[in-house]
């Protein structure tokens, strides 16, 4: 992420040796996982863990657990609007937007919303059950020729930890932000005191779902040397529902209380080692 080639091997976890650079101290897979393991991962039921033998490295039930991610969304999109300075209709694209849960609350503010997403998967749902046509299957590096050439807010709400060139998409993506736009982004922390304590162990280190965790130092330096300046930044919990929390915990577990009444129960937690950023473009 900081361009530095200079990396100290860390351990092995899930499959995976991990490093740490020595300059900016992000965390990445040493080798990554080839297109296709990737393809697999996001293709195959990702969405839907429940169709394959409750796989917990994958979503149980997205679209079930609606509730709890479009909560944790809007706790989210209500703080960037107290930042946002914006001037009347206003276009939000969201990048790796899975269902549309975020462009939904955002639209219920007023934002014009576009989506991309990997997966067919979540552009399907969106279409179809939200009305939302602009939310489409791609990558930025191929914008559809409909959208527009820029945006007031890009956001990446917990994706940019999925991709293996993190660094690059960051850069294309200043250039999808309009003057006077925002680009918004949540990714863990590397140096937090939870992720220094944790170790292989922490939930973050989660290949080949997590290739990267971005030092939020390197993050600033490539923004600042694009012209962006950091407007605010926060840190919130999340609620995790109780088979989510309970698979990760004792996988055997999660099928019952998927079915039972608890799986609309959830709990907050907050280890304060995720950040949620927001740069403005002058
Ligand atoms: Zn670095």
Not at 23 to 47: A, M, R
Not at 60 to 89: P, S
Request: include cysteine; hydrophobic fraction near 40%; proline fraction near 6%.
């Amino acid at each position: 992420m900081c361009g530095s080639t200079q990396s100290t091997r860390l351990w092995v976890a899930k499959g995976f040796e991990w490093s740490r650079c020595d300059v900016c101290h992000g965390l990445q897979v040493t080798h990554l996982p080839t297109q296709e393991t990737l393809d697999e991962l996001y293709n195959k039921h990702y969405y839907e863990g429940y169709k394959e033998n409750y796989d917990m490295s994958r979503y149980v039930d997205y679209i079930g657990q609606r509730a709890f991610i479009q909560g944790n969304l809007t706790r989210r999109v209500t703080w960037a609007r107290k930042h946002l300075a914006l001037a009347g209709q206003s276009t939000w694209l969201d990048v790796g937007c899975a269902a549309g849960f975020l462009l939904d609350v955002v639209r219920e503010h007023g934002f014009s919303p576009y989506g991309l997403d990997y997966s067919a998967f979540g552009p399907k749902y969106a279409q179809r059950e939200l009305q939302m046509p602009n939310v489409r299957q791609g990558t930025i590096d191929r914008l559809p020729e409909d959208f527009p050439r820029a945006f007031d807010v890009v956001s990446y709400i917990d994706v940019l930890e999925h991709i293996p060139c993190p660094r690059d998409i960051l850069q294309n993506s200043i250039d999808l932000v309009a003057p006077g736009g925002y680009l918004i982004g949540e990714t863990f922390d590397p140096n937090s005191w939870f992720a220094q304590t944790s170790g292989a162990k922490w939930h973050a280190i989660d290949p080949p779902n997590h290739l990267n965790i971005l030092s939020l130092k390197a993050i600033d330096d490539l923004m600042v040397s694009h012209g962006l300046n950091r407007v605010a930044s926060a840190s919130f919990p999340r609620t995790i529902s109780i088979p989510t929390i309970a698979s990760k915990l004792y996988r055997q577990a999660a099928p019952a209380l998927y079915r039972s009444p608890l799986r609309n129960l959830g709990i907050p937690l907050w280890f304060n080692d995720v950040v949620i950023w927001m740069y403005r473009k002058s």
